[in-house]
Nanobody, 125 residues
Framework: VQLQASGEAWCRLGGSLRLSCAAS????????IGWFRQAPGKEREWISG????????YYTESVKGRFTISRDTAKNTVYLQMNSLKPEDTAVYYC???????????????????WGQGTLVTVSS
């Protein structure tokens, strides 16, 4: 399975960006997708996920209401729409594919088998 993430992105405070994650070698609908981010000097944190099969979305509190996860089954691609961006959203963003279905395990790095290459997102003030 390979996950190809979109390229580096930049915007100003309050702006919007959309990240994409295209899969090959697997059908995303049948996997749980996670979006993580890692800011300089910090641990990788889970921010959003979509449970396999039923596609139920989940978000961490800091992005709830601003970020939206979605998938296009025809393109086998998952997206993360990010609105009202803040400088503290600056980080490298990763998409990941796994098989966990319980939220507590979906938020764990070790719950995922395959990772995209990471996308640097910079939000300037």
């Amino acid at each position: 399975v390979q996950l190809q993430a979109s390229g580096e992105a930049w915007c100003r405070l309050g702006g919007s960006l959309r990240l994409s994650c295209a899969a090959s070698g697997s059908t995303l609908r049948y996997t749980t997708i996670g979006w993580f981010r890692q800011a300089p000097g910090k641990e990788r944190e889970w921010i959003s996920g979509m449970r396999r099969n039923d596609g139920r979305p989940y978000y961490t509190e800091s992005v709830k209401g601003r970020f939206t996860i979605s998938r296009d089954t025809a393109k086998n691609t998952v997206y993360l729409q990010m609105n009202s961006l803040k400088p503290e959203d600056t980080a490298v963003y990763y998409c990941a594919s796994g098989d966990r279905t319980i939220l507590s395990t979906m938020t764990m790095v070790r719950g995922y088998h395959y990772w995209g290459q990471g996308t640097l997102v910079t939000v300037s003030s």
